[in-house]
């Protein structure tokens, strides 16, 4: 429903935010990662968010990235996790990378996050395996080369082959715009 949301700051605390857009606050949930990187109060922020409708609830959930909103929405779609620990985990993220975990199968890293215990850190392993895009926090990726990646997943490529495609382009022409990396990447083969 909601893509982003762009405004000012008015309220911060550990676990959400309110943005000021046009006179009406929106409450959204973050995860604790964010909280620490958050600017003053008053100035303008633009969260990515995910809409979360559930019986009981409507709930928005803001993101520093696009990745972060993704795997948020990849974790909630796991039978019985819920967006509160997939708040965890994202907000444990830089200390506990989940591509690493889940590429190392290690459930044991992931039952030191709150609310995860054995049985449901082998269902997010078995879930994810194979889903995830190597960690932005490596290597940061510009927006343009996420859209571009965006668009090749959307054309049918798989989300790995995809990324391979982009960065190989952009190796070739580091101030490619989107569509010139688009191009340059289905060209590529």
Do not use: C
């Not at 429903?1 to 405004?7: H, N, P, S, T």
């Amino acid at each position: 429903m909601y893509a982003y949301i762009k405004g000012t700051l008015t309220e911060i605390h550990a676990t959400h935010a309110v943005i000021d857009v046009g006179g009406v606050g929106y409450h959204l949930f973050i995860p604790i990662s964010l909280y620490t990187k958050m600017p003053p109060l008053q100035k303008e922020l633009l969260l990515y968010t995910s809409f979360v409708v559930r019986e009981d609830s409507q709930r928005l959930f803001g993101f520093e990235t696009k990745g972060d909103k993704a795997l948020f929405e990849k974790l909630i779609a796991i039978s019985g996790l819920g967006p509160k620990t997939a708040l965890a985990i994202i907000g444990q993220n830089d200390q506990i990378p989940l591509e690493e975990v889940i590429g190392r199968k290690d459930a044991a890293a992931l039952t030191k996050i709150p609310g995860i215990g054995k049985k449901t850190a082998e269902r997010i392993i078995i879930e994810l395996d194979g889903k995830l895009t190597p960690s932005s926090k490596k290597s940061p990726i510009s927006s343009s080369t996420s859209d571009a990646i965006l668009a090749l997943v959307s054309l049918g490529y798989k989300e790995k082959e995809a990324m391979k495609q982009v960065e190989s382009a952009q190796k070739q022409d580091p101030t490619a715009t989107i569509e010139k990396l688009i191009t340059m990447s289905l060209m590529q083969k």
